[in-house]
């Protein structure tokens, strides 16, 4: 399928909400292109000087229009695709564009699975004293959690390029499991730190019979 392109260093996630700041005169004129012919674009993630896969978003409001015609507008994520080509013009408009291959998800998971990785987000959260949002339950999947969670940049991508729910979720479980150990080991480091100068009970060693 062939798409607009508007190439961003960042990852949006299929179910999405985006929100867009629009000053750029070509991506005026794609979304202007978007509003009058029903489009939709496609969000290539740019990372180490390239891009491989992003994500198809449409379009839903321009909330607000300014006097140099740049807009503030709020697109909704749709589907995660891989770059097959990339042309720049595109077809006689301002703008990048290019044919992509949507990726055939497989949004299947073991419950147990589900149950291990949300138990963990609340644990992570428990850590760092942040709410914990436990209706996060009842519309949980991967890309849900995405962002919530402190992956990097590089992490969001390799994401966004598996296809199957099963090996999003061992990825999200294995970066948890490794953030939370090393927030345990900060938090202990920092009780330890806290102590120092705190007047404290010590046994007095009992030097009597010490051979030298």
């Known amino acids: 399928m062939k798409l607009p392109f508007f190439p961003l260093k960042s990852v949006f996630f299929p ?22 012919e029903a489009l939709t674009f496609g969000i290539p993630v740019y990372i180490d000087k390239a891009i491989s896969h992003g994500t198809e978003v449409q379009l839903i409001e321009v909330v607000t229009t300014y006097g140099n015609g740049a807009m503030d507008v709020i697109c909704l994520a749709r589907q995660a695709f891989k770059v097959l ?10 703008y990048a564009g290019g044919e992509v291959a949507f990726m055939d998800l497989d949004l299947g998971a073991e419950p147990s699975l ?43 991508f390799e994401l966004l390029k598996m296809a199957r729910e099963t090996d999003r979720l061992l990825f999200i479980k294995e970066h948890l499991d490794r ?29 009597k019979g010490l051979k030298i």
């Not at 179910?15 to 009058?36: N, Q, S, W």
């Not at 150990?181 to 404290?200: C, D, P």
Request: net charge neutral.
């Open 114 to 156: 589900r149950e291990e990785v949300l138990k963990r987000l609340e644990q992570l959260y428990l850590l760092m004293d942040l709410p914990f949002d436990t209706l996060i339950g009842e519309r949980f999947n991967s890309y849900v959690l995405a962002h919530k969670m402190g992956l990097s940049f590089a992490q969001e």
């Open 15 to 36: 179910g999405e909400t985006v929100p867009l700041h629009i000053f750029e005169p070509r991506y005026k004129a794609l979304i202007r292109d978007c509003r009058r």
């Open 85 to 94: 080509s990339f042309v720049n013009p595109w077809e006689g408009r301002p």
């Open 179 to 207: 953030t939370i150990t090393l927030l345990g080991e900060v938090n202990r480091t920092k009780a330890s730190i806290e102590l120092n100068g705190h007047f404290r009970n010590f046994d007095p060693l009992d030097f």
